[in-house]
Nanobody, 114 residues
Framework: VQLQASGGGLVQAGESLRLSCGAS????????MAWYRQAPGKERELVAT???????NYADSVKGRFTISRDNAKDMVYLQMNTLKPEDTALYYCNAKTLITSYWGQGTLVTVSS
């Protein structure tokens, strides 16, 4: 599975962004889709996941502000990010999980200025 993430950019604190991730094949059978992020000098961290059945999980730091969603018909996954904070600045990566492996897209940079 090839993943293409887009939608990053430079915004001010309090503003919103919507990240998109397109898959090269159907995401219907995948176990889960996820967004990760990696800030400068930090390890990559899980931001949000959405399972094939639609259940979602979020990192505590983004709960109530970020929403992950998927459109199986379009093989797309989205991350709606509201009330952005400077600490959300990072490279955001799309991830697709199967039972035996995981696929990564290239990162899309989100920069939040104070």
């Amino acid at each position: 599975v090839q993943l293409q993430a887009s939608g990053g950019g430079l915004v001010q604190a309090g503003e919103s962004l919507r990240l998109s991730c397109g898959a090269s094949r159907s995401i219907f059978g995948l176990v889960a889709m996820a967004w990760y992020r990696q800030a400068p000098g930090k390890e990559r961290e899980l931001v949000a996941t959405i399972a094939s059945g639609g259940s979602t999980n979020y990192a505590d730091s983004v709960k109530g502000r970020f929403t992950i969603s998927r459109d199986n018909a379009k093989d797309m996954v989205y991350l709606q990010m509201n009330t952005l904070k400077p600490e959300d600045t990072a490279l955001y990566y799309c991830n697709a999980k199967t039972l035996i492996t995981s696929y990564w897209g290239q990162g899309t940079l989100v920069t939040v200025s104070s």
